[in-house]
């Protein structure tokens, strides 16, 4: 069964620092990884997905991904972290067990502080 | 924003009671999708429907529904509420005709409250 799991409850970064969310991955096949953010009292927003092709997977409001195959990891990060990147971020796995289903599987999320 | 509309934002209802949610996806999506979001249980995926026909089922009630109209628009429904219902219900969309690289976007939520 496909599963995500989310190591952290929460990351706590200075602003203009790097931030670093963890996210590993069980899949049966290859992986499709996506990424949300949810601010409060807010929908979830999509930040970026990995297919295929470049390890590097750019994104929205300067988020990356590093997709690793060897370690099951699909880590978001950004170069300089902003107050507003203050959040509750997502990882997903796209579900594989059938061909018909557009499934997401969410992990636990992790509550990102960016302190000024 | 991303398209898709959610009503109400919010609901408080009584145990026992039946309620409806509504989501309209973004235009031209035929892929509807439904997610529950608590606290103790994280964000669950309930129920996708594809153009008018049920194409998956998660981890939903038997006395929950949910159907998706013509006009593509969806309903879900939910009765015999109890405490344990309260939560965030999410509908999300996709086109619904590209795969599983499909990017699923959400709506802005309905905050369930059973007192």
Redesign the interface.
């Known amino acids: 069964a496909q599963s995500v799991a989310q190591p952290e409850d929460q990351v706590n970064v200075a602003e203009g620092n790097p931030l670093t969310v963890k996210c590993t991955y069980s899949v049966s096949g290859n992986p499709y990884l996506f990424w949300y953010v949810q601010y409060p009292n807010r929908g979830l927003q999509f930040l970026l997905k990995y297919i295929t092709g470049d390890n590097l997977v750019k994104g929205s409001y300067g988020f990356e991904a590093e997709f690793n195959k060897s370690q099951t990891s699909f880590h978001l990060k950004k170069p300089s972290a902003l107050v507003s990147d203050s959040a509750l971020y997502f990882c997903a796995v796209r579900d594989l067990g059938s061909s018909n289903t557009g499934k997401l599987i969410f992990g636990q999320g992790t509550t990102l502080q960016v302190k000024p | 924003d991303?398209g898709?509309t959610q009503t109400p934002k919010h609901l408080i209802t009584a145990t026992g009671q039946r309620v409806t949610l509504r989501c309209s996806p973004r235009s031209g999506d035929l892929?509807v999708?439904w997610?529950q979001q608590s606290l103790d249980q994280?964000?669950?995926?309930l129920i996708?429907y594809y153009n008018g026909e049920e194409?998956?089922k998660?981890n939903i009630l038997e006395r929950f529904s949910a159907q998706q109209f013509p006009d593509l628009h969806s309903e879900l429904n939910l009765s015999s509420l109890e405490l344990g219902d309260s939560a965030l219900y999410?509908c999300?969309s996709?086109p619904?005709t590209s795969g599983?690289?499909?990017?699923?976007?959400?709506?802005?939520?309905t905050r369930l409250l059973v007192l």
Not at chain 2, 42 to 45: A, I, N, P, R, S
Not at chain 2, 100 to 109: K, L, V
Request: hydrophobic residues 25%; aromatic residues 22%.
């Open positions: 991303s898709v892929s999708y997610y994280g964000l669950q995926f996708q194409r998956a998660g999410f999300a996709s619904g599983r690289s499909e990017t699923q976007y959400f709506g802005p939520g």
